[in-house]
């Protein structure tokens, strides 16, 4: 049991902050998921009740409905966590992003390496207000992206990440 | 034609030979298509060399055409290609940026004394300029120069003398390629097939084996071919390597250009203690890794353990890849790769980090702090129960990964912070873009 905590404290302290906090993303973004999940929750549990109707299954449309509830719950939990679970850090030289529940990732990309800078927002993402934030280097490897800020922050940090780009620019 | 007379400013064409090479190409295939196809293309009868030469004038005159309209002009530090009958492009590429130089040289230009000089540029596939078809010479001339303005120093300052350092044998380059992986893969598959034919008493079971013969040998034909009289030499502006049996190829990748570096060992070259050295260069970031792979990131493809240690003083200076401690991954590892969690290690010293890992194939891969692209901290499911984490240092495009699997999460953490400030150090100390200016041009 000991030996259990102290793996999960060290695996805490392996995406802490480093220094002040993590600063969170919009909680726009999970209004978002959880719209859509309740979307698709309600779709699927329709398409249980008519196919159930239809077939004259009550016990159809009983267990559908369940399952439906079931996953749709755990879904709805694990956005919240997911939610919960991003967030970058500004610091002098380089921009750190942590994400994932199950996989938990943190990547660090200094400032002079970066190439370009990505804001995009979809058509749903901009309805609630949201963009994402993605940095390329000149590795394909490099998987760095901020979901979910509010345009506003979406456009300081992208003016900010490439002036800082260009003050630090390294050649290769 | 274009001179190097006055190397501050050069404009000109490709030679004039280059719409031949080109079309030469196409009539080549024609004529071999011809006469694969001969039964079919009887009926046509004597009208068949007419075709044959009206087809071989339409490809003569569009080679020609392009070769028209296209030019090159080096001048304000750049080099700008314009090409293009109908559409226009034009490309430019600033000669600072320049990652490495090729002169390549395919059978048909080798005929008639031409080769192409290919530039490589930060960003892959799209970064890429050619200038096809100059004279030999010519080239090589050219390539000089460019390197040297790349490098910061005088345009006219001649060709930097180099030092041969390794020279592949023949028979380690065929030995190589009898047995690396693939091919071994290869042969296994034949003689499975071979032998349920005999087992079977059925001889047409040992058809199953074809395209595994024909995969086998065009595969190790392909490396046989492209690495042939490998050669690598050491010159004030990088390492020159030249390669090539059919289509010569020479390369020159300046020094500090490498981002990451592997010596690999495939399982049964350790008979013969041999090694290979890959190396991701940024610019020979094919869109077709496989292209990128054989042409361009091999820095010797077989060699003694010696050799490659002498290869790797070049492709990273000042650092004794010996003497760099790696650390084994934890024990508990083997709960997550019981197979390969005892050949982990990692481990780094002032100027780069290090990984190892591999029982069939070895692979021990190196990159300097200051070529870091990014580093990312990962842990999944089955590692947070153990409380382990992988850290990969991301690298630009090539056949290097440097991942270090299954860290202790806590270590894992601290690598991921020093390797970020190391990364900052380095490029803080790593100067202007012309290497030649941080160093004098001596020896």
Known sequence: MKAEARTVTAMEQAFAPPGEEWAGVSVQLRTMRRAILGAVVAVAAAAFVIVGIACELVLLVVAGLAAVALTGLAAFRAIGRNFGSWGYCERAEDLLVTRGVLFRRLVVVPYGRMQLVDVTAGPIERKFGIATVRLHTAAAGTDAHIR????????????????????????? | MSTLGDPLFHEGRP?????????????????????????????????????????????????????????????????????????????????????????????????????????????????RVALAYLK????????????????????????????????????????????????IIGFVWIGFFMVSAVLAGVPGVAAGALPGVVSTFAAVWQTIQIHAGFTVA?????????????????????????????????????????????????????????????????????????????????????????????????ARAKWRSPFRWFTFRAGSNETVFAVRSGILTRTYALMRHEKIQSVRLSVGPWQRVLGLATVQLHSTHGPVDVVAPDRDVAEARRILDVEAALARLGRADSGPERWMLTVPPTS
């Open chain 2, 234 to 330: 050491d010159s004030p502006d990088g390492l020159r390597l030249r390669h090539g049996l059919l289509e010569t190829r020479s390369q020159t990748v300046p020094p500090g250009r490498v981002q990451a570096v592997r010596i690999v060992q495939p399982f049964l070259w350790r008979v013969f203690g041999w090694v290979r050295v890959d190396a991701n260069l940024a610019g020979y970031a094919g869109r077709r890794a496989n292209e990128g792979r054989q042409h361009n990131s091999v820095l010797l493809p077989v060699g003694s353990r010696a050799q490659a240690l002498a290869v790797l003083s070049r492709a990273l200076p000042g650092v004794d890849v010996d003497a760099i401690e790696l650390h084994r991954a934890p």
């Open chain 2, 136 to 183: 030999v010479d010519e080239a090589q001339a050219l390539r000089a120069s460019l390197l040297a303005r790349a490098a910061g120093l005088d345009h006219r300052t001649p060709e930097a003398p180099e030092r041969p350092l390794v020279r592949c044998s023949g028979s380690s380059i065929v030995g190589g390629a009898l047995l690396s992986t693939p091919a």
């Open chain 2, 15 to 127: 030679h004039p030979a280059t719409s031949v090479v080109k079309a030469g190409r196409y009539i080549v295939s024609l004529l071999g298509l011809a006469a694969v196809n001969f039964r079919d293309t009887q009926h046509v009868g004597r009208w068949l060399p007419l075709v044959l030469a009206g087809f071989a004038a339409v490809f003569l005159a569009t080679a020609y055409m392009s070769w028209l309209f296209t030019s090159y002009r080096i001048a304000d530090g750049e080099v700008r290609v314009d090409t293009g009958v109908v559409f226009k492009r034009s490309r430019r590429v600033r000669i600072d940026r320049l990652q490495a130089i090729d002169v390549v040289q395919p059978l048909f230009a080798r005929a008639l004394g031409l080769a192409e000089l290919k530039l490589d540029m930060a960003g892959g596939e799209e970064g």
């Open chain 1, 148 to 172: 979910g800020l509010s345009p506003g922050e979406a456009a300081r940090l992208r003016d900010r990440l490439t002036a800082l780009g260009e003050a630090r620019s390294a050649g290769l």
